[in-house]
């Protein structure tokens, strides 16, 4: 991270100010807030969440297909 990141103390006051449990939580949201504005390199959370959803549709399908398979086993 380069200097348009807050440094430590820095993270540590608003963490306090904000009753966050860590700094590494709101360095985390400042990151995410970072890559999803186009500053910093990285995935964004709206691809995240694509990723998610099409991993998810991906495990899906693979379970339809075995079932699909078996089922024409069976029927053999």
């Known amino acids: 991270m380069g200097d348009e990141y807050p440094n430590e103390t820095a993270l540590q006051t608003a963490t306090d100010m904000l009753g966050i449990g860590s700094r ?12 999803d504005a186009g500053t910093c390199p990285g995935t964004t959370t709206q691809e995240s969440a694509r990723l998610k959803a099409l991993n998810k549709e ?9 079932i699909l398979r078996a089922a024409a086993s069976c029927s053999r």
């Open 58 to 66: 991906n495990a899906e399908l693979k379970r339809a297909n075995e």
């Open 24 to 35: 590494e939580t709101l360095r985390n949201w400042v990151e995410e807030h970072a890559i």
